[in-house]
C-alpha cells in the first residue's frame, strides 16, 4: 500500500551495560532527572532496598573483618614457635571456628542481598515492558510513520535487559564498594598509619598510568570500531550482491577494498590490544612495588615491636583488597551511565504523545451500520503546513463499490487512513450513516472495517488463528466456511496438520498469493459491514490472480467497499471510481463513462493497455 510519509528518523544506537576498555560509555541527555524517574520505579520496594542494604553492610562487615582474625590466627602460631609449651591449637580451633563463622555468615548475607535485589530489578523489567506494550496501543500511527520499527523492539529487548542488568549490579556493589574503601582504610588504620600511607600512595600513581594507557587505547578502540562496522558492511554488501560481482567481474576490486579496510582493522587492532594488554602488568608491577614497600616497612615496625607478623599478613590482604573497591567504584560510574543511558529513551518513549484521549461523554455509534460515507470539506497534511488532502468532498452509497485511483502520492492511501481513523483530519467532516466519525470511539470507527491490504500479515500460530484474528471466538466450522469462500480451504487440507498447521509472517512455505487467500478468508470471518481493500494481484500468477479477485468479490459483496485500484483492469466494474490527484477528485464516475471523458483517468487507463 503506497503512502506518502514523513522522513523517519535514523535509529538510535543501542548498547547497554559497561563497556570494555577503551570502548565509550554512552551517557544521557540529563543523568539526575532520568535517574529520579527509575527511582520512581523503585519507590515500591524501598523496605526491600533498605533490607539490601543492611544485607551488604553485614555482608560487608564479616568480610572485612576476616584477615584481621586470620592475622590474630598467625601471631597464635608464632606466638607457640617461641614458647616452651608450644603451639595452643585449642586457641587456633576456637580462631579457626571463628574465621569460618564469618565467612559463612558474609556469604550467606550476599546471596540473600542478591537474591532480593534480583527479584526487585525482575519486577522492574516487568513494569517497564508491560508499561512498553501498553504505550505501543496508545501511540498514533504517526509515531510509526517517523521511528523505526527497530527502535521500538530495542526499547523491550536492549534497553531494558540493560536497566535490569545494571540495577542488579550497581545498586549493591555500590554499597558493597563504599563499606569495603571505608571499612578497608579503618582497619589499615587501625594496623599502622605508616603502612596506609605507603597503600595510599600507591594509588595516584596507578591512576595517572591508567590514565595514559586508556586514553591511547581508546584511540585506537574507536579506529577499531569504525574499521570493524566498515568491514561487516562491505562483507555483507557482496554477499547480498554476489551475482551481480560475478556477472560485472568485479572479484578483484572487491577483494583489494576488503584488503584494504582489513588492513586498518589489523593496525588498530593490535595496537588497541597492546596498549589494553598493558594494563594489567603495569598495575601487577606498582602493587608489587606497594608490597615491597609494605614488606620492608612492616618488617622494621615489626622488629621494634610496633606492629606483629599477623598484622603484616592482614595488612597486605587489605592492602590486596583496597584496589577492588576503588575500580569497582569507578565500573559502577560507567554503569549507572549506561543504565541512565537505556532509562532515557525509555522514557522518551513512555512520553511520547499519544492519541487523543476519548471523551468521558457517551460517543454516539450507529446500532445498525448500513454503510453511507459522506467526505464533507475534509482537509489533512501528515505535516500541517503541507496539505495533502485539500477540499475533499464526495458521497458514497450504502453498499456500493467504490475504486479510488491515481497516481502514487495521489492521497489514495491517507484517504483510507482517515476513514480508519489512524489520523485525526485537520478540518472538515467524514461521517458514516449521517454520524461524525470525530464523535465516535476509535475502537467502534475500526470495528465497522474489514482490511485486506496489499502487503499481508501473519503471526506464529496454527492457520486456523489467523483466520479467526478478527474473531477469536469464531466455531472450527465458521473458520472453515470462510476459507472455502476464499478459495483456500484446498490448499489447507494439503498441510501435513490442516487448520493446525504452524505459520508464522515469514511463511516461507506459502506463496505470495495464498498468503494473500488467508488474509481475505480473515475478513470473510470478520463479516464487518464494510471494506477497505487494496489491490493484492500484482504479484501473483494468473490462476491465483483469478481466485484472489473471485474471493474478494465474494467478500465486498452487499458491503460498502473502497478499493484501492493500481491496476485498473481490476476495477471495471465498480459503482464509481474515485480518480484523485495532487489530494482532490478530479474526475469520478463509471468505467465506461470516464473512458468516454477522454480525461485523466482515460489516459491513465490507456497507458497502461497500449503495449497490451
Not at 587505547?217 to 562496522?229: D, E, F, I, N, V
Not at 606497594?290 to 612492616?298: F, S
Not at 516461507?508 to 495464498?514: K, N, P, T
Request: overall charge neutral.
Amino acid at each position: 500500500m503506497e503512502k506518502k510519509q514523513p522522513q523517519k528518523q535514523p535509529m538510535i544506537g543501542l548498547r547497554g551495560g559497561p563497556m570494555r576498555m577503551g570502548g565509550k560509555v554512552e551517557k544521557p541527555k540529563n543523568f539526575k532527572k532520568t535517574m529520579l524517574k527509575v527511582l520512581k520505579y523503585l519507590r515500591p520496594y524501598w523496605i526491600y532496598m533498605a533490607f539490601v542494604a543492611i544485607c551488604a553492610i553485614i555482608s560487608t562487615a564479616f568480610a572485612i573483618a576476616s584477615p584481621k582474625v586470620l592475622g590474630n590466627m598467625t601471631d597464635e602460631i608464632i606466638k607457640g614457635l617461641f614458647s616452651p609449651f608450644g603451639i595452643n591449637f585449642g586457641n587456633i580451633s576456637v580462631i579457626g571456628f571463628w574465621l569460618i563463622g564469618l565467612y559463612l555468615v558474609s556469604a550467606i548475607f550476599s546471596y540473600i542481598q542478591s537474591w532480593i535485589m534480583t527479584s526487585i530489578s525482575q519486577k522492574i523489567t516487568y513494569k517497564f515492558r508491560r508499561d512498553i506494550s501498553e504505550k505501543i496501543g496508545r501511540l498514533p500511527l504517526r509515531y510509526f510513520d517517523r521511528h523505526e520499527n527497530g527502535d521500538i523492539v530495542s526499547h523491550i529487548t536492549n534497553d531494558v535487559e540493560t536497566i535490569s542488568q545494571n540495577l542488579n549490579q550497581s545498586m549493591t556493589q555500590l554499597i558493597t564498594s563504599v563499606i569495603m574503601i571505608v571499612g578497608i582504610l579503618v582497619m589499615m588504620l587501625s594496623i599502622s598509619w605508616q603502612l596506609t600511607l605507603i597503600a595510599v600512595l600507591v594509588l595516584p600513581i596507578s591512576m595517572v598510568l591508567i590514565t595514559i594507557i586508556v586514553r591511547r587505547s581508546q584511540r585506537y578502540y574507536t579506529k577499531q570500531q569504525a574499521a570493524l562496522g566498515e568491514i561487516d558492511g562491505h562483507i555483507d554488501e557482496m554477499f547480498s550482491n554476489h551475482p551481480i560481482v560475478k556477472t560485472y567481474n568485479g572479484e578483484k576490486q572487491a577483494i583489494k577494498t576488503f584488503n584494504h579496510i582489513n588492513a586498518k582493522l589489523h593496525d588498530s587492532g593490535w595496537k588497541s590490544q597492546f596498549w589494553s594488554g598493558l594494563m594489567m602488568p603495569i598495575m601487577q608491577f606498582i602493587s608489587n612495588l606497594g608490597y615491597v614497600a609494605v614488606a620492608i616497612v612492616g618488617g622494621w615496625l615489626a622488629i621494634n615491636g610496633k606492629v606483629t607478623i599477623g598484622d603484616i599478613q592482614a595488612f597486605i590482604q587489605y592492602m590486596n583488597q583496597f584496589t577492588q573497591p576503588i575500580s569497582q567504584t569507578a565500573n559502577i560510574a560507567n554503569i549507572l551511565q549506561a543504565t541512565a543511558a537505556a532509562a532515557e529513551r525509555i522514557f522518551e518513549f513512555l512520553d511520547a504523545d499519544e492519541e487523543k484521549k476519548e471523551e468521558s461523554r457517551q460517543l454516539i455509534a450507529p446500532e445498525s451500520v448500513k454503510g453511507e460515507v459522506v467526505f464533507d470539506k475534509v482537509y489533512f497534511g501528515y505535516d500541517k503546513d503541507q496539505p495533502i488532502i485539500k477540499d475533499f468532498s464526495v458521497q458514497i452509497r450504502p453498499k456500493q463499490n467504490v475504486a479510488i485511483v491515481g497516481p502514487t502520492g495521489a492521497g489514495k492511501t491517507t484517504i483510507v487512513n482517515l476513514l480508519m481513523r489512524f489520523y485525526d483530519i485537520d478540518s472538515g467532516a467524514i461521517k458514516i450513516d449521517g454520524v461524525d466519525i470525530s464523535t465516535m470511539n476509535r475502537h467502534d470507527v475500526r470495528g465497522m472495517f474489514g482490511m485486506v491490504l496489499q502487503d499481508t500479515w501473519l503471526f506464529q500460530g496454527t492457520i486456523a488463528e489467523n483466520i479467526a484474528y478478527g474473531r477469536p471466538d469464531a466455531s472450527h466450522k465458521d473458520i472453515v466456511a470462510a476459507a472455502k469462500a476464499a478459495h483456500v480451504d484446498h490448499l489447507i487440507n494439503t498441510l501435513p496438520e490442516g487448520y493446525e498447521t504452524i505459520i508464522s509472517e515469514t511463511a516461507d512455505s506459502i506463496s505470495a498469493g495464498e498468503k494473500q487467500l488467508l488474509t481475505i478468508a480473515r475478513a470473510i470471518l470478520a463479516d464487518s459491514p464494510m471494506l477497505i481493500l487494496d489491490e493484492a494481484t500484482s504479484s501473483v500468477d494468473t490462476r491465483t490472480e483469478l481466485l484472489i479477485q473471485s474471493a474478494m468479490g465474494k467478500l465486498s459483496h452487499g458491503r460498502t467497499s473502497f478499493v484501492i485500484a493500481h491496476r485498473l483492469s481490476t476495477i471495471r466494474n465498480a459503482d464509481v471510481i474515485l480518480v484523485m490527484r495532487d489530494g482532490n477528485i478530479i474526475e469520478h464516475g463509471t468505467h465506461e463513462g470516464l473512458l468516454n471523458q477522454k480525461g485523466y483517468y482515460a489516459d491513465l487507463y490507456n497507458s497502461q493497455f497500449s503495449n497490451e
